[in-house]
């Protein structure tokens, strides 16, 4: 799906557009930060780390906030979606230490994929031929990913289950934005998820070094720079304008994935994850014609 001229042109959408490029090259910098640590540090200590550092990132702005964005009638709801998010981030960081970097990546692009399927499930959400044949096109390009030849592997599989929880938790943020704003929401999700990757965290702790503390610290602020950096550039320009860029991860991943880690990408990788994010683009920017101009089909 080719984004037209007059999209580029309007200034709007060439900063957000600018904004999600930085983005993909901050969440790439985090993740190799991640795939060197685990050599040394345990996975779940990883994740809390950076929980916590992200927890400290905002702090600031949750306290001018005022104790009002605690109010909610959803804490059930607010609880499940950060074991989701807790999970997914276990999944996905156990992912990258066994995994080359870019398969990590590209396969981590079928997240808005699952999203879909489980709106059908959960939701009761209608999903058109064509939105049904970008899903099917979706996972042929994962199957790709995963080698038509070669059996998938524990770190694979890991990854595609921290995917399919971090669609799960999407469809939790979507029925909470119905009743609680977004800085609710965050402020939620990190103060929940600090003491669920805590206890995660204590059946394989080390204390880690002053060097490793270092490099804790700086996976913690790429990640909430990442963070902020992607949701500016969604205020900045529609999520149907900047998604297709969201491929640029694999770009710096595959780049990194050679230059620090000696890894070898085959073209099955390329091929697929262009296949994925090109349904995840379609089912984007098909949605975002739905909601304007109504169901036509």
């Not at 009743?179 to 990190?190: K, R």
């Amino acid at each position: 799906m080719a984004i037209p001229l007059s999209v580029l042109n309007r200034p709007g959408n060439l900063i957000g557009i600018g904004l999600i490029i930085v983005a993909t090259v901050v969440m790439i910098v985090q993740h190799s930060m991640v795939k060197h640590l685990a050599a040394e540090l345990s996975v779940l200590e990883i994740v809390f780390f950076r929980t916590v550092t992200a927890l400290l990132f905002f702090l600031p702005w949750m306290l001018r906030s005022g104790l009002s964005i605690f109010r909610t009638d959803q804490l059930a709801l607010h609880m499940l979606r950060s074991f989701f998010q807790s999970f997914s981030a276990f999944g996905f960081f156990l992912g990258l230490a066994i995994v080359p970097l870019a398969t990590v990546t590209a396969l981590h692009f079928t997240t808005p994929i699952f999203a879909v399927l489980i709106g059908i499930f959960v939701l009761g959400e209608r999903v058109n031929v064509r939105r049904w044949c970008a899903i099917i096109a979706g996972f042929i390009g994962t199957l790709l990913i995963l080698r038509p030849d070669a059996a998938m592997g524990y770190g694979e599989l890991m990854v595609l289950g921290s995917a399919l929880a971090w669609a799960a938790a999407i469809i939790v943020i979507r029925v909470l934005g119905r009743t609680d704003s977004s800085i609710t929401t965050t402020a939620y999700m990190y103060l929940l998820m600090t003491p669920i990757t805590l206890v995660a965290a204590t059946f394989d702790w080390t204390w880690p070094t002053p060097v490793q503390y270092v490099w804790l610290i700086g996976i913690g602020l790429t990640g909430a720079l990442g963070h902020v950096l992607t949701a500016e550039a969604l205020k900045r320009a529609a999520t149907h304008v900047v998604t297709p860029f969201d491929f640029f991860r694999l770009v710096w991943a595959t780049l990194i994935g050679v230059w620090l880690f000696g890894e070898m990408i085959d073209a099955f990788v390329w091929v697929g994850g262009a296949m994925v994010i090109a349904s995840v683009s379609y089912i984007v920017w098909r949605e975002h014609r739905l909601a304007v101009e109504g169901p036509r089909d």
